[in-house]
């Protein structure tokens, strides 16, 4: 009878065993999948963290090894947060004129050294829901300083692309839809949108690079700035000084300043579609006489993704979703040589 119970007894406790060793495993497994995961970051995330677009930094690691990220089981790449700290070094060198092939050059953990801002820029990526419902907040109690002061700290804490793209562009979208719900005051989007050009512009005042070579200028009629000051931002944080002329601008007046100036490219901006259906056709004949001696990029909402004749012009269209960042690499490059 004992032996009976001691069998019974031991096989339970085996059989307990073998059970929370293949909970355990599989949990810990988990447990170490998920704690690697939440430190993860795809490539279209890094892409926009970064502003290099996904194309360069496959190139960049095929021909340096310069990271070698891991894999998701469906092959994608994942990127660690050190990935996207050295990434982000990477840019800041590149933006004072270091070439890539000298910076791959570098120890990692010597580049590494000195980039504690973009360390505390990964880890804050959190907290962007936070301050941007906090901007919408303060917009819609039309509390300035408030607003002031979140943007105080938020660009203390966080680089001025990574504000841009993750906090001004999302929260000016979002009073969109409260305004056009009847939720917001078109006074509470005109405070936050005059709030967020001020920064824009001492952003660009603090770099000012000379002399300008390119125009930027909105469509005419076309009221909307925000999207030209950030391209316009992210040109000249390339050394590439820009003439600004701001909104509305009649395509008579943008000639003329063209053919003062002779630039060696034209922004152009447009967010109603409306905008774009009735002034296409004086752009196409204005590309005629000149989309062959400028790069004419044209971007924002009333974009479209493409238009065969104004692209056969000389037209790069950069419709929303694409980031000016990438537009401004894009120029740099083929600007390479003919650039001051
Ligand atoms: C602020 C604002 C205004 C302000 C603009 C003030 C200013 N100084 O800029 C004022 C009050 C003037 C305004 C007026 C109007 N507005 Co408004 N406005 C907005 C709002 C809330 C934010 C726009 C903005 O700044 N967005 C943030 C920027 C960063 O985004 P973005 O412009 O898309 O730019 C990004 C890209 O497109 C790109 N980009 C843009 N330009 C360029 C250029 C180049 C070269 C490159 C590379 C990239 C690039 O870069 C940016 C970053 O990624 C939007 C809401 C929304 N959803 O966007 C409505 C919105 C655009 N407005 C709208 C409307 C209807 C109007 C009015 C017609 C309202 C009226 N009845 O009077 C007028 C039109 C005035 C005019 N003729 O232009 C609609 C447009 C709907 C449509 N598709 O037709 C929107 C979408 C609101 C809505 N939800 O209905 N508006």
């Given at each position: 009878?004992?032996?009976?119970?001691?069998?019974?007894?031991?096989?339970?406790?085996?059989?307990?065993?073998?059970?929370?060793?293949?909970?355990?495993t599989?949990?810990?497994?988990?447990?170490?999948?998920?704690?690697?995961?939440?430190?993860?970051?795809?490539?279209?995330?890094v892409?926009?963290l970064?502003?290099?677009?996904?194309?360069?930094?496959?190139?960049?690691?095929?021909?340096?090894?310069?990271?070698r990220?891991?894999?998701?089981?469906?092959?994608?790449?994942?990127?660690?947060?050190e990935?996207v700290r050295?990434?982000?070094?990477v840019?800041?060198?590149?933006?004072?004129?270091?070439?890539?092939?000298?910076?791959?050059?570098?120890?990692?953990?010597?580049?590494?050294?000195?980039?504690?801002?973009?360390?505390?820029?990964?880890?804050?990526?959190?907290?962007?829901?936070?301050?941007?419902?906090?901007?919408?907040?303060?917009?819609?109690?039309?509390?300035?300083?408030?607003?002031?002061?979140?943007?105080?700290?938020?660009?203390?804490?966080?680089?001025?692309?990574?504000?841009?793209?993750?906090?001004?562009?999302?929260?000016?979208?979002?009073?969109?839809?409260?305004?056009?719900?009847?939720?917001?005051?078109?006074?509470?989007?005109?405070?936050?949108?005059?709030?967020?050009?001020?920064?824009?512009?001492?952003?660009?005042?603090?770099?000012?690079?000379?002399?300008?070579?390119?125009?930027?200028?909105?469509?005419?009629?076309e009221?909307?700035?925000?999207?030209?000051?950030?391209?316009?931002?992210?040109?000249?944080?390339?050394?590439?000084?820009?003439?600004?002329?701001?909104?509305?601008?009649?395509?008579a007046?943008?000639?003329?300043?063209?053919?003062?100036?002779?630039?060696?490219?034209?922004?152009?901006?447009?967010?109603?579609p409306?905008?774009?259906?009735?002034?296409?056709?004086?752009?196409?004949?204005?590309?005629?006489?000149?989309?062959?001696?400028?790069?004419?990029?044209?971007?924002?909402?009333?974009?479209?993704?493409?238009?065969?004749?104004?692209s056969?012009?000389?037209?790069?269209?950069?419709?929303?979703?694409?980031?000016?960042?990438?537009?401004?690499?894009?120029?740099?490059?083929?600007?390479?040589?003919?650039?001051?």
């Open positions: 009878m004992f032996k009976i119970y001691t069998l019974i007894v031991q096989s339970m406790h085996r059989f307990c065993q073998e059970m929370w060793r293949k909970i355990w599989k949990s810990s497994y988990s447990v170490i999948l998920l704690v690697a995961l939440a430190k993860m970051y795809k490539l279209g995330t892409s926009r970064t502003g290099f677009s996904p194309s360069t930094l496959r190139a960049w690691e095929r021909r340096y090894g310069l990271l990220p891991a894999r998701s089981h469906g092959g994608q790449r994942l990127y660690s947060e990935d050295l990434l982000l070094r840019r800041e060198l590149m933006d004072q004129g270091h070439r890539i092939g000298e910076i791959v050059l570098r120890d990692p953990k010597e580049l590494l050294e000195g980039s504690h801002p973009a360390c505390s820029e990964v880890a804050a990526l959190g907290d962007l829901e936070e301050i941007r419902r906090a901007l919408v907040e303060a917009a819609l109690a039309f509390d300035a300083d408030r607003l002031e002061q979140i943007f105080d700290e938020t660009f203390a804490r966080l680089s001025p692309q990574l504000v841009l793209e993750r906090v001004v562009g999302p929260v000016a979208e979002r009073i969109g839809e409260l305004w056009a719900s009847g939720r917001c005051t078109v006074a509470s989007e005109h405070l936050f949108t005059e709030v967020a050009s001020r920064r824009l512009r001492s952003l660009q005042g603090a770099i000012r690079p000379d002399p300008p070579q390119v125009l930027a200028a909105c469509f005419p009629d009221r909307h700035e925000l999207g030209l000051l950030m391209a316009t931002y992210e040109i000249m944080r390339r050394g590439i000084g820009v003439l600004y002329l701001g909104a509305a601008v009649p395509f007046d943008l000639e003329h300043a063209y053919l003062v100036r002779h630039p060696v490219a034209v922004l152009l901006s447009v967010t109603l409306s905008l774009w259906a009735e002034h296409r056709d004086d752009l196409a004949a204005l590309l005629k006489r000149h989309g062959r001696q400028a790069v004419w990029a044209i971007g924002g909402r009333g974009s479209p993704v493409e238009d065969p004749e104004l056969e012009a000389g037209a790069i269209l950069w419709p929303a979703g694409k980031s000016p960042a990438e537009l401004a690499d894009k120029l740099r490059q083929a600007l390479r040589g003919r650039l001051v």
